[in-house]
């Protein structure tokens, strides 16, 4: 079973994408606002012309709304798909985009917080998203450097997510965690920290024998 089909399913090394459910939540969402905005520019031309408007140019523009929206549907699907995620034992790393493709890798040493953010409407559709801040990001109003969206499960993965941001390996409410490869990872981290330990050691015994000279 992929990703894809049980978006439930977060594996380290392996693609995922968001909940099926984003994909009628994003097209919903999308067509409101372009119906409040084909609103507010039509009442504003009636406003200002004082008059009504001609039946054929109110038909123009209902077909305008329509082709807007049809384009929205066509963008939802096609934005759905673009959409990719990826979790290793060091980094996230993440795909979006229509017209413009965008790709970002952020490793987890850089992470300092992680969100989930719900709103009435998501919470509707059962998803959420989730909001990553990372160190030195400058980004403005406080905005995340990356946003992992359309999330059943939010908790498990924010948690695998904090696990390795502390340093060890992903907890096992994670569903569908590869535990042997984050087991391997803690490891090598616990080793790194032994061998510094180590030098740090060895370069004091070195001061005490040059004070000694």
């Known amino acids: ?9 977060i ?15 994003l097209a919903i969402y999308t067509m409101v606002v372009v ?3 084909w609103a ?12 009504g408007i001609p039946q054929p140019i109110v038909l123009a523009i209902v077909a305008v709304l329509v082709v807007c929206l049809l384009f929205v549907l066509l963008w939802t699907v096609l934005y759905y798909k673009s959409v990719v995620y990826h979790l290793n034992a060091t980094e996230m790393t993440w795909k979006r985009g229509v017209w413009f493709r965008k790709t970002g ?26 909001k990553i801040q990372t160190a030195g990001y400058s980004g403005s109003n406080g905005s995340a450097e990356i946003a992992i969206e359309g ?4 908790e498990p993965l924010r948690a695998m997510i904090m696990d390795f941001v502390r ?47």
């Not at 999330?151 to 939010?154: A, G, K, Q």
């Open 1 to 9: 079973m992929t990703a894809e089909s049980y978006p439930t399913m």
């Open 11 to 25: 594996s380290l090394g392996e693609d995922f994408k968001p909940a099926l459910k984003y994909k009628p939540y």
């Open 35 to 37: 119906a409040v905005i």
């Open 40 to 51: 507010v520019c039509l009442g504003w031309a009636v406003l200002i012309g004082e008059i």
């Open 105 to 130: 890798i952020v490793p987890y040493n850089r992470i300092t917080n992680v969100d989930i953010v719900q709103g009435p409407v998501m919470r509707m559709f059962g998803i959420s998203n989730l």
């Open 151 to 154: 999330i059943e499960e939010p």
């Open 167 to 213: 340093g060890g390996a992903p907890s096992a409410a994670a569903t569908g965690v590869d535990v042997s490869a984050a087991k391997a990872s803690a490891a090598s981290v616990s080793g790194d920290a032994d061998i510094r330990a180590l030098l740090a050691e060895v370069a004091a015994i070195r001061r005490l024998l040059e004070e000694r000279k």
